[in-house]
């Protein structure tokens, strides 16, 4: 029996999310009334862990080094645009052949919130609750954006940064694995790859735009089949408001389902099933002491904390997404655990969650943890490469383990032979 009785209670609840991943995965063994079973790691003849089973931490750590030699990648410079190109040269190489750009204008005259913000490192903040409203305890630190260059004790990395953002058009890239069954339908599989704060953007968001690039080295390979289309996007503007994450649902968003030409079999914007956002993943060192200094060290009940929006209008979909997540990664994470929270916020799924089930993945919740300071280098000049440690990228490998073996169950992956 291939699927043991904990998968196949996801793939009922998934139902309502798509209906024919029921028929397929219950086909695959029996098992009926047996929700108490003991539930099994998956084999080595599982198909989805032979899949999960070609990530691996050093390929991962390299595409994330490869994004820091654009330095912190920061929209509408040249090292912003040259890492949209390596990241496209890198999804052609993979396989995901068909890459394509959205292009929009990005003014920040006229646009919402410049960039940053912040309460820039002053006082602590006593408001209990954090952003999204979700209630903050214990001892914090002060969460801001870092915008002096002096900061960075790096200098051919300051140099690196010194262009500063000017307005005008911008570009982010996608690919899409095409679905043989469904070639009409889609999950999107997210990070954003732009970054601020005069380190390199290692973490935020080099970690989440690595796990989306692998995800879509594994999917692209030959012997992968899946019913379903899966896109792979990286979106630039995230750090000043989400701008390119909201051109793509103001452009491509009535697109949906649409063949085009008819007849071609060819659906140039598959309808959307779930938008994946994975942002920060690699640093969950804890709350900060009383004294504000961190731990060194991941801790050893560090997890991936899912999250989706309560007050959004897919919220029961996003909900049973955020589940089936953590369902795989209960089965095919090899270290870290996965957490559900319902405050996801500040992310590029938020232009999605009113339209499409939507969901979040990070190192820790944004509202309760990181709103506390739990990743001192978020926004600052220590963010990094040489920050983190192999346990800090093994939490970024965990968070591409969920994702993918997810992935692979709702889009009906399988491994030809
Ligand atoms: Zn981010």
Known sequence: MRWN??????????????????AQQRGGGGGRGGAAATPRLPGPDDPIKQMV????????????????????RRQG???NRKAIDWIEAQLKSYGCTNTERIKYQYDPATATNGGGGGNGGGQRNPNPFGPSGARIRG???PEGVNNDPNLQPDLKLREL?????????????????IGTTHPEEMYIVAGHMDGIGWGEAANDDGSGTALVMELARVFSSPDIQTDRSIRFALWNN???????????VAQRQGLQG?????????YPEPKWLGMIQHDMMLFDHGMPRADGTMSREQRPEAD??????????????????????????????TDYPAAVGNKMTNTDSTPFMDVVASISLRENERGSQLGAGWDPQHHKPTDVFTTYYDKDFRLGLNAAQTSLAAVAQLTGAKLKK
Not at 238 to 248: H, K, S
């Open 5 to 22: 009785a904990c998968i196949l209670t996801i793939s009922i609840s998934l139902a309502c999310l798509v209906p024919p991943l029921l």
């Open 53 to 72: 089973d070609r990530l691996d931490l050093e390929k991962y750590k390299a595409t994330i080094k490869g994004l820091t030699q654009f330095g912190d």
């Open 77 to 79: 410079t040249e090292r």
């Open 139 to 141: 001892y914090r630190i």
């Open 161 to 177: 940064n010194m262009e500063p953002s000017s307005p005008g058009l911008r570009e982010e890239v996608y690919c899409t694995k």
């Open 238 to 248: 995230e750090e000043t408001n989400l701008n390119g994450a909201r051109a793509y």
């Open 258 to 266: 649409k063949e085009d030409p008819p007849g071609s079999g060819k």
């Open 304 to 333: 991936v904390n899912i999250e989706f929006q309560k007050n959004s209008k897919m919220v029961a979909q996003s909900q049973e997404l955020a589940w089936a997540f953590r369902e795989a990664n209960e089965l095919y994470a």
